[in-house]
């Protein structure tokens, strides 16, 4: 339960009461969190609003590090062959066609309804990977920011801390003829900075509930003069630069084919690989290839629920974490939306390979659950470029409860309770969410849920042609 006087007032600092706190890899009791006036955590505070948080463990929220949100339209709906082909390129054209359909009203519906669930799911900040520019006919908006202003507002409605990535999507590939399906992604090379300066300057330079990278979508969506004068751009005004690497081999092949090399060894061989530098999914890589992106103090962000779904590939984490790669993850397709589920699955997927246990284990110093627990927290905050993720003074308010009455975590004590969290807790054990010092979620209830969820499903029939009275397509 939770209790306090003047909760709700974020003009005044907080002092956060939890069971168990968690610091370090570990969990201690008779700890207390502040949150300041202004919503960044402080080592005391006098005068404060007390938060009864007795009965639950309070950690650091969850950072998901890559998202599309408008993606959750099509969980369950591409789940055949008949539907949607056997592989990630024909999964990609039922994509397309639910991109096709969204009016800006529908966006702001759609993201409204998958930043909720990421807020039950302990999501405190949102990686926006956002590339829908333009109407449904491939026309640029008046305003070309239309749609990103569409999804930031969702945000805010939610709650969510997002950093908006705005993609750069100029080309179908290399050598390929423009594909209709991603009309609503592409933009005159020329327009992109102009575009993204004036998105920014839209919100507050020092605003802590919006923040902005680029993200050029890929290899093959941006031929290599705009990555590098995107990139430039990117690191002149000090923004994280987010890109998908390698998800497929087909990627690799239409690389070699254009540069004479993988994606990975011409940003290397670019200059363009840095501590700013976020590979999103880097599964198809050499070892050459992993050292580059080790040498450069990159991430890699990983999205293991979705790359499953996909069919994408394993990530060699091991290697890559042997490295120092630091990694982050992200919900990306959105077919499940649950940073745990996605944290043990970087190891998950290294047992079935190799048919032994706990392969990441002090693979870097760190036992298992702690390294896995920073790539759902710190390291998708440092990929973000945003403070949060430890809980240490000066960053943001930002943090999730566990209910440690649930039945998945019964049967724990403050040494394991951390690896019973990773590996085992269910997403409902997620009680309470802070963002900057701000309760959006209390005891499992979000208070837009009911009105976020009932018009999800409205637009959900109407998008898809469902008929309300006999649930079949029209
Ligand atoms: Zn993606």
New binding site residues.
Partial sequence: MCRSSREGNVTMGKSFRPSLLYRDGRFIAGERIFVDDVGRIAASQENVAQIDLSGKALLPGFVNA?S?SFQRLIRGRAESRAVSGRDFWSWRNTMYQAAARLSPGDLYDLARMCFLEMVRAGITTVGE?HYLHNAPDGTPYDDPNLLAHQVIAAAQSVGLRIVLLRSAYFRSGYQLAPDPGQQRFFEREDAFLANMTRLRSSYAADSVDVRFGVAPHSIRAVPLQQLREIASWARNNSLPLHM?IAEQIAENTACREEYGCTPVELLARENLLGEDFVA?HAIHLNTQEMAALADAGAFVCS?PTTERNLGDGMVPVDALMKLGVRHALGS??QAQIDPLEDARELDYHLRLAQQVRAVLDQIDGRPIASRLFDCATIHGAQALGIDSGSLAPGEYGDMVTIDLADISVAGHDPETLLPLLVFGANRAAIRDVVVNGKLILRDGRHALEEEIVAKYQQLYRRVWGIDSVSGSAR
């Fill in positions: 890559h599309h990977f998908h999103v999205c990306d397709s």
